[in-house]
């Protein structure tokens, strides 16, 4: 990658600013793709020309303003999110212009970010700079250490055509689980979920039942639930569990994504199961493990590279472009990660 040169740094940048809460169907009218200053760093900050960034389905409850444990977006100024960039200026020399980086203030063209806030990226890691942007540290994370997939374990995972669990369906089986269910919206998806991305059977949203489709699809039970949806398919795994299950709990797609994008998925559990089935359930988030990038950069890089993994994504080009992504994703539109190339 060739080094920056500051003096072809613009004076205007563009970013994508909330224009206005929705209060029900998300559109592109609720987001401005405005021109501001580009921001300029001060010793103990960097500069940074984002390339690539990502949309999540958070990011639909964040802009609801409902109190949640991350701040919420505000009205008229700029989102922030996931992404990848390169250094153009380190004026405290904490970093070195042409570096490849990760920060947290996607949404921009350029952005002004802490040098604590900055993780320095390996160039040749992975085979794309879109590959840095995946969920899979989340699903390797919550499948690995959270739930600790054994062989021959059953595994479900809820919202599995998304950005988590298009590729947990592939780690559970690199960890040697014996059968992988997933849940996804439609049998479009539930088709590629089984032919492509290491899911023996699926579950579709809106087919029947959960449960009774999740009796079917594990008729032995489940060892493991990674979970990104909550509400009943929680509930519905809780149900077939078997003695000694682990779930790991990492979303709450049904509440995200749903009418207003509220913040709460209301479940009621069975306590009693819990108990005499001796279930355990532990939430996991990357924020707690802090190590767990690199160790996923390199499982991932070594799988993209032997073809034993794929990275499902949808890559649109523009900053213009961004609204449109999330409203796709809140849609349901993709399989795996939607990201923009800048």
Do not use: N
Not at 50 to 79: D, K, N
Not at 178 to 205: F, N, W
Not at 207 to 232: F, H, K, N, S, Y
Not at 280 to 295: N, Q
């Amino acid at each position: 990658m060739p080094v920056p040169d500051p003096s072809d740094v613009p004076a205007v940048h563009r970013e994508v600013r909330l224009a206005a809460r929705p209060e029900r169907e998300l559109t592109e009218r609720h987001f401005a793709v405005c021109e501001a200053p580009v921001p300029r760093p001060v010793p103990g900050q960097v500069l940074v020309r984002t390339r690539v960034m990502a949309v999540t389905a958070a990011m639909r409850t964040q802009l609801t303003g409902v109190r949640l444990p991350m701040p919420s977006f505000v009205p008229g100024e700029a989102l922030w999110g996931s992404a990848v960039g390169e250094v153009v200026a380190a004026p405290g020399g904490g970093f070195t212009p042409g570096e490849l980086v990760h920060h947290p203030y996607g949404w921009r063209e350029f952005a002004v970010v802490e040098e604590g806030r900055v993780r320095r990226l390996a160039p040749d890691a992975l085979p794309s700079l879109a590959a840095h942007l995946s969920q899979g540290a989340t699903a390797w994370g919550a499948l690995r250490r959270a739930a600790g997939v054994r062989p021959g374990d059953t595994v479900f995972v809820s919202g599995a055509a998304g950005g988590v669990g298009s590729l947990a369906g592939q780690l559970a089986r690199r960890l040697g689980a014996r059968r992988v269910v997933g849940s996804t919206s439609s049998e479009r998806k539930a088709s590629r979920l089984r032919a492509e991305l290491g899911y023996d059977d699926t579950i579709v949203r809106g087919a029947g039942p959960i449960e009774e489709q999740l009796r079917r699809a594990a008729p032995d039970g489940i060892d493991v639930l990674l979970d990104t949806v909550g509400g009943e398919q929680l509930a519905a795994a809780l149900a077939v569990a078997r003695p000694d299950a682990r779930f790991a709990l990492v979303g709450a797609l049904s509440s995200q994504l749903g009418e207003g994008g509220g913040a709460v998925a209301p479940v009621e559990l069975d306590a009693g199961l819990i108990i005499t089935r001796r279930v355990a359930l532990r939430g996991f988030g990357l924020y707690a493990h802090p190590d767990l990038a690199e160790e996923w950069t390199g499982e991932f890089g070594r799988g993209l590279r032997d073809g034993s993994l794929v990275f499902p994504h949808t890559l649109l080009k523009g900053i213009e472009q961004v609204p449109r992504a999330l409203c796709e994703l809140v849609q349901g539109r993709h399989i795996g990660a939607v990201l923009v190339e800048l």
